[in-house]
T-cell receptor, first 115, second 109 residues
Protein backbone atom coordinates (compact mmCIF):
# COMPACT_ATOMS: atom_id res chain seq x y z
CA UNK A 1 0.00 0.00 0.00
CA UNK A 2 1.56 3.28 -1.18
CA UNK A 3 -0.50 5.45 1.15
CA UNK A 4 -2.02 7.37 -1.78
CA UNK A 5 -5.79 6.96 -2.01
CA UNK A 6 -7.75 7.41 -5.21
CA UNK A 7 -11.51 7.23 -5.61
CA UNK A 8 -13.45 5.90 -7.33
CA UNK A 9 -11.62 2.82 -8.63
CA UNK A 10 -13.91 2.51 -11.63
CA UNK A 11 -16.09 5.04 -13.38
CA UNK A 12 -18.38 4.40 -16.32
CA UNK A 13 -20.07 7.35 -17.96
CA UNK A 14 -21.35 8.63 -21.28
CA UNK A 15 -19.91 11.04 -23.81
CA UNK A 16 -20.54 14.67 -22.98
CA UNK A 17 -20.67 14.07 -19.24
CA UNK A 18 -18.47 15.47 -16.48
CA UNK A 19 -16.69 13.49 -13.77
CA UNK A 20 -14.48 14.23 -10.78
CA UNK A 21 -11.60 12.04 -9.69
CA UNK A 22 -10.30 12.38 -6.16
CA UNK A 23 -6.87 11.81 -4.67
CA UNK A 24 -5.54 11.93 -1.13
CA UNK A 25 -1.74 12.02 -0.96
CA UNK A 26 0.44 10.20 1.55
CA UNK A 27 0.45 11.79 4.95
CA UNK A 28 2.94 14.66 4.90
CA UNK A 29 3.35 14.81 1.12
CA UNK A 30 2.85 18.28 -0.34
CA UNK A 31 3.11 17.52 -4.06
CA UNK A 32 0.39 15.84 -6.10
CA UNK A 33 0.77 14.76 -9.73
CA UNK A 34 -1.88 13.52 -12.17
CA UNK A 35 -1.08 11.13 -15.01
CA UNK A 36 -3.17 9.60 -17.77
CA UNK A 37 -2.43 6.14 -19.12
CA UNK A 38 -4.34 4.98 -22.17
CA UNK A 39 -4.40 1.32 -23.18
CA UNK A 40 -0.87 0.07 -23.84
CA UNK A 41 0.48 3.60 -23.58
CA UNK A 42 2.97 5.22 -21.26
CA UNK A 43 2.17 7.60 -18.45
CA UNK A 44 1.29 11.05 -19.77
CA UNK A 45 1.85 13.87 -17.31
CA UNK A 46 -1.17 16.12 -16.87
CA UNK A 47 -0.55 18.53 -14.00
CA UNK A 48 1.29 19.00 -10.71
CA UNK A 49 0.32 20.87 -7.54
CA UNK A 50 2.54 21.77 -4.65
CA UNK A 51 0.97 22.87 -1.37
CA UNK A 52 -2.14 24.14 -3.09
CA UNK A 53 -0.48 25.88 -6.02
CA UNK A 54 -0.20 24.71 -9.60
CA UNK A 55 3.49 24.14 -10.36
CA UNK A 56 3.69 22.37 -13.70
CA UNK A 57 1.39 21.59 -16.56
CA UNK A 58 1.72 18.89 -19.19
CA UNK A 59 -0.46 18.16 -22.19
CA UNK A 60 -3.67 18.67 -20.25
CA UNK A 61 -6.74 19.38 -22.35
CA UNK A 62 -8.73 22.56 -21.74
CA UNK A 63 -11.71 20.33 -20.89
CA UNK A 64 -9.70 19.05 -17.90
CA UNK A 65 -8.98 20.98 -14.75
CA UNK A 66 -7.61 20.22 -11.32
CA UNK A 67 -7.10 21.75 -7.93
CA UNK A 68 -5.45 20.98 -4.62
CA UNK A 69 -7.33 21.88 -1.47
CA UNK A 70 -5.99 23.19 1.87
CA UNK A 71 -6.07 19.67 3.32
CA UNK A 72 -3.83 18.71 0.35
CA UNK A 73 -6.25 16.36 -1.33
CA UNK A 74 -6.66 16.95 -5.04
CA UNK A 75 -9.43 16.60 -7.59
CA UNK A 76 -9.21 16.17 -11.34
CA UNK A 77 -12.28 17.33 -13.24
CA UNK A 78 -12.94 15.99 -16.72
CA UNK A 79 -15.75 17.58 -18.71
CA UNK A 80 -17.41 17.15 -22.12
CA UNK A 81 -16.06 13.64 -22.09
CA UNK A 82 -15.13 11.92 -25.33
CA UNK A 83 -14.53 8.26 -26.12
CA UNK A 84 -10.80 8.94 -26.30
CA UNK A 85 -10.74 10.05 -22.67
CA UNK A 86 -11.19 6.45 -21.59
CA UNK A 87 -8.01 5.63 -19.69
CA UNK A 88 -6.48 4.84 -16.34
CA UNK A 89 -5.88 8.03 -14.37
CA UNK A 90 -3.19 7.91 -11.72
CA UNK A 91 -2.47 10.28 -8.92
CA UNK A 92 0.98 10.31 -7.34
CA UNK A 93 2.46 12.21 -4.44
CA UNK A 94 5.89 13.15 -3.18
CA UNK A 95 7.09 14.92 -0.08
CA UNK A 96 8.65 18.08 -1.47
CA UNK A 97 9.58 19.59 -4.77
CA UNK A 98 12.89 19.71 -6.52
CA UNK A 99 14.74 17.65 -3.93
CA UNK A 100 16.86 14.79 -5.23
CA UNK A 101 15.47 11.28 -4.81
CA UNK A 102 11.95 12.50 -4.17
CA UNK A 103 10.34 9.45 -5.65
CA UNK A 104 6.69 9.33 -6.59
CA UNK A 105 4.21 7.11 -4.79
CA UNK A 106 1.24 6.15 -6.93
CA UNK A 107 -2.37 5.54 -6.06
CA UNK A 108 -4.15 2.51 -7.49
CA UNK A 109 -5.74 4.59 -10.21
CA UNK A 110 -9.23 5.35 -11.49
CA UNK A 111 -10.29 3.40 -14.56
CA UNK A 112 -12.52 5.70 -16.61
CA UNK A 113 -14.69 4.23 -19.33
CA UNK A 114 -16.57 6.63 -21.58
CA UNK A 115 -19.33 4.92 -23.58
CA UNK B 1 12.17 19.10 -25.70
CA UNK B 2 11.79 15.97 -23.65
CA UNK B 3 12.18 12.50 -25.04
CA UNK B 4 12.72 9.13 -23.43
CA UNK B 5 13.15 5.94 -25.42
CA UNK B 6 12.88 2.32 -24.34
CA UNK B 7 12.39 -0.91 -26.28
CA UNK B 8 8.72 -1.76 -26.55
CA UNK B 9 8.92 -5.44 -25.68
CA UNK B 10 11.44 -7.99 -24.45
CA UNK B 11 11.27 -11.69 -23.74
CA UNK B 12 13.52 -13.71 -21.47
CA UNK B 13 13.63 -17.09 -19.80
CA UNK B 14 13.10 -17.82 -16.12
CA UNK B 15 16.43 -17.74 -14.27
CA UNK B 16 18.15 -15.65 -16.93
CA UNK B 17 19.46 -12.07 -16.85
CA UNK B 18 17.88 -9.26 -18.86
CA UNK B 19 18.98 -5.68 -19.47
CA UNK B 20 16.40 -3.00 -20.28
CA UNK B 21 17.86 0.15 -21.82
CA UNK B 22 16.64 3.72 -21.58
CA UNK B 23 17.93 6.79 -23.40
CA UNK B 24 16.76 10.26 -22.56
CA UNK B 25 16.91 13.88 -23.64
CA UNK B 26 15.24 16.22 -21.18
CA UNK B 27 15.37 19.93 -20.42
CA UNK B 28 16.31 19.25 -16.80
CA UNK B 29 17.77 16.33 -14.89
CA UNK B 30 17.51 15.70 -11.17
CA UNK B 31 17.71 11.93 -11.25
CA UNK B 32 16.44 8.89 -13.09
CA UNK B 33 13.95 6.40 -11.69
CA UNK B 34 12.87 2.92 -12.67
CA UNK B 35 9.36 1.74 -11.90
CA UNK B 36 7.69 -1.63 -12.31
CA UNK B 37 4.06 -1.80 -13.41
CA UNK B 38 1.94 -4.92 -13.62
CA UNK B 39 -1.00 -4.69 -16.00
CA UNK B 40 -3.81 -2.57 -14.60
CA UNK B 41 -1.90 -1.75 -11.43
CA UNK B 42 -0.01 1.24 -10.10
CA UNK B 43 3.68 1.70 -10.86
CA UNK B 44 5.96 0.82 -7.96
CA UNK B 45 9.43 2.22 -7.33
CA UNK B 46 12.42 0.03 -8.14
CA UNK B 47 15.54 2.18 -8.21
CA UNK B 48 17.02 5.66 -8.43
CA UNK B 49 20.23 7.04 -9.95
CA UNK B 50 21.47 10.62 -9.86
CA UNK B 51 25.24 10.06 -10.17
CA UNK B 52 27.01 8.03 -12.84
CA UNK B 53 27.49 4.40 -11.97
CA UNK B 54 25.75 1.28 -10.83
CA UNK B 55 23.23 0.98 -8.00
CA UNK B 56 22.55 -2.57 -6.84
CA UNK B 57 19.47 -3.66 -4.96
CA UNK B 58 19.05 -7.39 -4.62
CA UNK B 59 18.17 -8.95 -7.98
CA UNK B 60 17.81 -5.49 -9.54
CA UNK B 61 20.60 -3.10 -10.55
CA UNK B 62 20.43 0.20 -12.38
CA UNK B 63 23.17 2.05 -14.22
CA UNK B 64 23.40 5.68 -15.28
CA UNK B 65 25.65 7.64 -17.63
CA UNK B 66 24.64 11.29 -17.55
CA UNK B 67 27.05 12.30 -20.29
CA UNK B 68 25.47 9.77 -22.64
CA UNK B 69 21.89 10.25 -21.51
CA UNK B 70 21.67 6.52 -20.93
CA UNK B 71 20.49 4.16 -18.25
CA UNK B 72 19.76 0.49 -17.96
CA UNK B 73 17.93 -1.76 -15.55
CA UNK B 74 19.43 -5.20 -15.00
CA UNK B 75 17.25 -7.98 -13.68
CA UNK B 76 18.97 -11.17 -12.52
CA UNK B 77 17.60 -14.63 -11.73
CA UNK B 78 14.38 -13.81 -13.52
CA UNK B 79 11.15 -15.07 -12.00
CA UNK B 80 7.73 -15.42 -13.59
CA UNK B 81 6.45 -12.61 -11.35
CA UNK B 82 8.92 -10.24 -13.04
CA UNK B 83 6.67 -10.24 -16.11
CA UNK B 84 5.55 -6.61 -16.14
CA UNK B 85 6.22 -3.26 -17.77
CA UNK B 86 9.33 -1.37 -16.71
CA UNK B 87 9.16 2.39 -16.87
CA UNK B 88 12.14 4.72 -17.02
CA UNK B 89 11.41 8.22 -15.68
CA UNK B 90 13.43 11.42 -15.44
CA UNK B 91 12.90 13.84 -12.59
CA UNK B 92 12.75 17.24 -14.26
CA UNK B 93 13.69 19.17 -11.11
CA UNK B 94 10.47 18.26 -9.37
CA UNK B 95 8.32 20.08 -11.88
CA UNK B 96 7.28 16.85 -13.39
CA UNK B 97 8.48 13.34 -13.88
CA UNK B 98 8.80 12.45 -17.56
CA UNK B 99 8.08 8.79 -18.17
CA UNK B 100 9.27 6.69 -21.06
CA UNK B 101 6.83 4.50 -22.99
CA UNK B 102 7.72 1.44 -20.90
CA UNK B 103 9.19 -1.92 -21.81
CA UNK B 104 6.89 -4.91 -21.55
CA UNK B 105 8.91 -7.87 -20.28
CA UNK B 106 7.62 -11.40 -20.67
CA UNK B 107 9.35 -14.11 -18.65
CA UNK B 108 8.89 -17.57 -20.11
CA UNK B 109 9.30 -20.87 -18.24
Amino acid sequence: DSGVTQTPKHLITATGQRVTLRCSPRSGDLSVYWYQQSLDQGLQFLIQYYNGEERAKGNILERFSAQQFPDLHSELNLSSLELGDSALYFCASSARQGEANEKLFFGSGTQLSVL
Amino acid sequence: GQNIDQPTEMTATEGAIVQINCTYQTSGFNGLFWYQQHAGEAPTFLSYNVLDGLEEKGRFSSFLSRSKGYSYLLLKELQMKDSASYLCAVDNYGQNFVFGPGTRLSVLP
